[in-house]
T-cell receptor, first 113, second 111 residues
Framework: DQQVKQNSPSLSVQEGRISILNCDYT??????FLWYKKYPAEGPTFLIS?????DKNEDGRFTVFLNKSAKHLSLHIVPSQPGDSAVYFC????????????FGKGTSLLVTP | KAGVTQTPRYLIKTRGQQVTLSCSPI?????VSWYQQTPGQGLQFLFE???????NKGNFPGRFSGRQFSNSRSEMNVSTLELGDSALYLC??????????FGSGTRLTVV
């Protein structure tokens, strides 16, 4: 069963605007969440993470928001740049899953000039 | 510093054969995890090794196995290959839990 879901397979945004990627999870025992960026034929690259004790974490143009009651997190990229075009994966983990990363199926972001 | 190194990058095998993939983690990292990426199933956890012990295992058949050596390098083996085993196999290393860095992967094609 898919415990982490990214319901939007693709997203297109204009350069300079905000990109919002969403992720939902079902397992309330997850306590750490990560976003990875992936290019074809390469491994995922870590972007940003958030612990369940926080509801927001920022790193430059990237901000992750966590809504525990809704079991929802989102990644905001502001401003979006063409180099941000890639597939973004949301992942969740916790001690009850043995620290294995449970991934969503990814959202393909295209930032157009 | 050197990242996670996976070898080989590409591999073509025939059904029924076996294959061994290798992963060298970042220096100082004792945790090594393996993931399978396919178009239909996405990224799925195979297993994790920490200090030479398998600490966690995903929902894959026994044909998938692994091991970790004292220098933290890890190998993954798939026996009796099936067409459905064609995938990108990714290795990730970390110091403890949570902070994983991925390698570029091994693209396995079974024909």
């Amino acid at each position: 069963d898919q415990q982490v879901k990214q319901n939007s397979p693709s997203l297109s945004v204009q350069e300079g605007r905000i990109s919002i990627l969403n992720c939902d999870y079902t397992n309330s025992m997850f306590d750490y969440f990560l976003w990875y960026k992936k290019y074809p034929a390469e491994g995922p690259t870590f972007l940003i993470s958030i612990s369940s004790i926080k509801d927001k974490n920022e790193d430059g143009r990237f901000t992750v928001f966590l809504n525990k009651s809704a079991k929802h997190l989102s990644l905001h990229i502001v401003p979006s740049q063409p180099g941000d075009s890639a597939v973004y994966f949301c992942a969740a983990t916790g001690s009850n899953s043995g620290y294995a990363l449970n991934f969503g199926k990814g959202t393909s972001l295209l930032v157009t000039p | 510093k050197a990242g996670v190194t996976q070898t080989p990058r590409y591999l073509i095998k025939t059904r029924g054969q076996q294959v061994t993939l290798s992963c060298s983690p970042i220096s100082g990292h004792r945790s090594v995890s393996w993931y399978q990426q396919t178009p239909g199933q996405g990224l799925q956890f195979l297993f994790e090794y920490f200090s030479e012990t398998q600490r966690n295992k995903g929902n894959f058949p026994g044909r998938f196995s692994g091991r970790q050596f004292s220098n933290s390098r890890s190998e993954m083996n798939v026996s009796t290959l099936e067409l459905g085993d064609s995938a990108l196999y990714l290795c990730a290393s970390g110091r403890e839990s949570y902070g994983y860095t991925f390698g570029s992967g091994t693209r396995l094609t079974v024909v």
